[in-house]
């Protein structure tokens, strides 16, 4: 069997240690020191490579990134800024038919603002809104469909940590991807608004009414975010002001929140240990995917399979806007199966090599932006598809009355809203670059 071969073999022998829940990070690297070792033929070597891989990807001073981002959702949390950003949303959107889901989707954008995680954004959000969605009668797999919607804004709206692994994987600017996330991002909250619009006509009696909010409780309400506005002003204006680094500037923002939440009562001894333990635990969890898919996609390249599938493709004169359409497929039904970070992981050193060699009339280092933020786009859509969305189940396991067939039916309004972004952003790649220099 040639080293080729060995490295096609590798793909299902992982997708059969991932359906057999092996935790993906352990699994991409079982998979990668055995394949090394047999493509080597010595175990030596593989265990040699452990060592350098090691300290070449911890060491890199990107990935500190992480951590900091984690932080200052968790501070945030901490200080109130959810429940002020879904309070001043609500006072301007309530009283609209579907006003208080509109109003979660805001919350759910703002919070995204300040916190590089779907999954946390969700459920953090979850815990703010749902109980007032239920209290205004709406019905429960809307309530579920359209908070576990939201949540994916937390990893498109900047800062994002999926972004800056994707920005470390293709080696681009990190601080480009966040700005060229942006507009995507708001588009992704107007067409979530636009479905919640459509639901509640379609189906008039799944959203109650509540009372119209005075215009000075509304000013008032709207003052409270102020620290939401100030951090990240202060996170992402000095990042692309070139005041300090992506990597400053997450340092800057978890400072910010965490002071935020101290003069606001919520940042006391026992929840800071508990912000640095939960973080901790999550950084650990993602530095050992990192790892993981570092070891694997180290065999990869020595069986030489991007290199020769990149060859492949181009030798077939197949359109390059057919295979972007594949490989965007692919994530959209894998995204179902595996969470963001570990396809994003495990796929972009095979498919990033095919997409740079294509010719869609941009720069390559605009190519390069504009397939992340596609690709961002739809896994995050998987987080949301079933059977396995990943916010589906936080957000039911929040609200047990609420059966998961209501969720999935309320929830494909929102699939249908992203499936149209995605089509819109293929097609007009300028909405994506329009603010990058």
């Known amino acids: 069997m040639s080293t080729l071969e060995i490295g096609i073999a590798s793909f299902p022998a992982l997708m059969i240690l991932i359906f057999l829940r092996v935790p993906i990070g352990l699994a991409m690297f079982l998979v990668g020191l055995i394949g090394l070792s047999i493509v080597t033929g010595s175990t030596n070597v593989a265990f040699a490579r452990l060592k350098s891989e090691t300290f070449t990807t911890f060491s890199s001073y990107s990935l500190t990134i ?60 979850g815990r703010v809104a749902l109980p007032e969605l239920k209290r205004y009668g709406y019905a429960g797999g809307f309530s579920t469909a359209t908070l576990a919607a939201g949540g994916t804004l937390g990893i498109l709206i900047p800062p994002s940590v999926v972004l800056v692994i994707y920005a470390i994987l293709t080696e681009q600017n990190i601080a480009k991807l966040f700005l060229a996330a942006f507009i995507p991002g708001i588009l992704a909250a107007l067409g979530y608004v636009i479905a919640i619009s459509l639901y509640v006509r379609l189906f008039p009696g799944s959203a109650g009414t509540r009372p119209r909010v005075p215009f000075n409780e509304r000013f008032a309400l709207l003052l409270k975010v102020w620290p939401v506005l100030l951090v990240f002003g202060l996170v992402v204006g000095g990042i692309y002001r ?57 065999f990869l390249a020595l069986t030489q ?22 490989i965007l497929v692919f994530y959209l039904v894998f995204g179902c199966l595996m969470d963001s970070l570990s396809m994003i992981l495990l796929t972009i050193p095979i498919f990033f090599p095919v997409i740079s060699v294509l010719d869609f009339g941009l720069s390559p280092e605009h190519v390069a932006i504009w397939f992340g933020i596609l690709v961002l786009i739809v896994v995050e859509v998987g987080l949301i598809t079933p059977p396995v969305g990943m916010n589906l189940f936080i957000i039911n396991a929040m609200d047990p009355e609420s059966s998961m067939i209501d969720t999935y039916k309320s929830v494909m309004f929102f699939v249908g809203s992203d499936l149209v972004r995605v089509v819109i952003l293929v097609m007009f790649p300028a909405i994506t670059l329009f603010l990058i220099p």
């Open 242 to 298: 070139g005041w300090f680094t992506p990597t400053e500037g997450a340092a800057v923002g978890a400072a910010g929140t965490g002071i935020i939440a101290l003069i606001n009562g919520g940042l006391r001894w026992g929840t800071l240990i508990e912000s640095f333990t939960v973080t901790a635990r999550s950084t650990a969890m993602i530095f050992f995917i990192v790892l993981g898919a570092g070891f694997y996609n180290g």
């Open 305 to 326: 399979v991007p290199q020769e599938l990149s060859n492949f493709v181009v030798s077939q004169g197949f359109s390059p806007w057919v295979v972007l359409s594949l």
């Open 66 to 125: 992480v951590p900091m981002f984690l932080l200052m959702g968790h501070f945030a949390t901490l200080g109130g800024m959810s429940t002020a950003l879904f309070k001043a949303a609500e006072g301007f959107l309530g009283h609209r038919k579907g006003g208080v889901a509109m109003a979660a989707i805001g919350a759910c954008a703002g919070f995204g603002a300040i916190c590089g995680s779907s999954l946390a954004t969700a459920a953090t959000m």
